[in-house]
């Protein structure tokens, strides 16, 4: 149709499972790199998943191209059968004739003889089973049990599961647990990003040119990707019409404006929905794209189960005097901490200190006798003084009658004087000589 118009050598969108037009994409290359490990390291199950027309059966195409001639392969496509159904065509594939009405014993022991005979001739069999989501619990049960036909040694078959994304969520089931834990290799297909879209497009357009390639512009691309959300059966659909409109329009150069038409002609005609579609980043917010590197496959123990991870948008960076305004604030915030603790600890030594102060005066201050008894009040001081006359003051007088009790009551308590004062050193006796008598360090405070 539009092949000769733009020197092509055929159409390069189209939607059959062509190896020759895979686009080596990171997820690609990932999951293309664990199903040969799958089948170098002999695992028992291998799940690959991804979205509808993200590529799945082109990617399996390419593995089973790759395969050497010592490999024995059934491949399911149509996967609506029961148990027994799925023992008769996992044989009729291998090259076995199930019979007419044999039982089912019968044929697990032929099918088991089978890969005996494979193993012992050095060659491996293989089942890869795809669209396994529609496969009941009972089929899925009975290929469990197909993995268990094994030696000492390995397994004498290895299964792939290939299905779309609901597949992981039937695994999930508790009545598949024994199934699950049997999973050695398991990947999820993520879908293209902005940039890969672009050079998905390209790539097939310079496999299907004969002489200088047509090359889509990044705005025309960057329309395909907001369509098609990256999955690349929709972005051969969407390329696929804008060629053929360009073709109607003998239009040897695609624009944006051209794509445009081609997108609402889809739209109108219900290929593509009118839903929101992802905004593409500015330029300056796209990353550059990671150096092609294989994958690399270990050759001990399996790969760890990975899928791609979502793309994660770092907010930009606040500029400089906001910055220097948050670390100030944050300095002064911690310094008020500081302050505020150095106020209670200055508050708790006053207090201390002027307890000490009270007690030391208390000290200081009290008469040398018996101690008072308990309750009673405390002596008023200092004491009066005796009047110029020599009598006794009122207050003496009415204290004399109770020395007697005061006397009685020292023969039965002891009496508390102040310690007697400790010898001055030499050190202290030439400090007064020298400076005279010093100024007590701690004043007397009165409370």
């Known amino acids: 149709m539009y092949e000769r118009f733009y020197n092509l050598r055929e159409r390069p969108f189209s939607l059959s499972p062509d190896p020759d037009y895979l686009y080596p994409s990171r997820v690609h290359r990932e999951a293309l790199g664990y199903l040969r490990y799958g089948i170098e390291g002999h695992a028992g199950f291998v799940v690959i998943t991804g979205e509808i027309g993200c590529g799945k059966t082109t990617l399996l ?89 094994e030696t000492e040694k390995s397994k004498l078959i290895q299964i792939f599961l290939i299905g779309q994304p609901n597949l992981r969520e039937v695994l999930a089931r508790p009545e598949l647990e024994q199934l699950r834990q049997r999973v050695t290799v398991s990947y999820h297909i993520e879908s293209l990003d902005v940039g890969e879209t ?151 030594q006053q207090r201390v200190l002027m307890e000490g102060y009270r007690l030391l005066g208390d000290a200081r201050n009290r008469p040398a006798g018996p101690a008072p008894p308990a309750g009673a009040p405390r002596p008023a001081w200092p004491p009066a003084k005796p009047a110029s006359d020599g009598r006794p003051t009122p207050a003496a007088a009415s204290a004399a009658p109770r020395a007697s009790d005061e006397a009685l009551a020292s023969t039965r308590r002891p009496v508390y004087r102040d310690p007697l004062p400790a010898p001055e050193s030499l050190w202290m006796r030439l400090r007064r000589g020298l400076f005279g008598p010093g100024k007590p360090v701690i004043e007397d405070w009165r409370f």
């Open 61 to 149: 195409q390419t593995m089973l191209r790759s395969l050497d001639r010592q490999t024995s392969v059934s491949r399911l496509v149509n996967t609506m059968l029961d148990a027994r159904e799925l023992v008769e065509a996992v044989m009729l594939d291998f090259g076995l004739d199930p019979g007419q009405g044999r039982s089912k014993p019968y044929l697990l022991r032929d099918l088991a003889q089978f890969l005996v005979d494979q193993r012992m001739a050095g060659r491996l069999a293989l089942l890869v089973i795809d669209e396994a989501q529609n496969l009941s619990l009972s089929a899925l049960e009975e290929v469990r049990m197909l993995s268990n036909l």
């Open 198 to 348: 672009a050079a998905y497009v390209n790539h097939r357009l310079r496999r299907a040119a004969i002489g200088a390639p047509l090359e889509f512009s990044r705005g025309v691309t960057d329309l395909i990707y907001q369509h098609s959300n990256g999955i690349p059966r929709k972005i051969n659909v969407i390329a696929d019409a804008i060629l053929l409109f360009g073709y109607g329009e003998e239009r040897s150069v695609i624009d944006v404006n051209l794509a445009k038409e081609a997108v609402e002609e889809l739209v109108s005609i219900g290929v593509l929905s009118r839903g929101p579609v992802p905004s593409v980043p500015a330029p300056a917010q796209i990353a550059a794209p990671a150096p092609v590197v294989a994958p690399v496959v270990p050759s001990a123990a399996p790969p760890p189960v990975t899928a791609a991870a979502p793309a994660i948008v770092t907010p930009p960076p606040a500029t400089a005097p906001v910055a220097a305004a948050a670390m100030h604030e944050s300095e002064l915030h911690a310094r008020e901490i500081r302050l505020a603790e150095r106020e209670t600890r200055i508050t708790e």
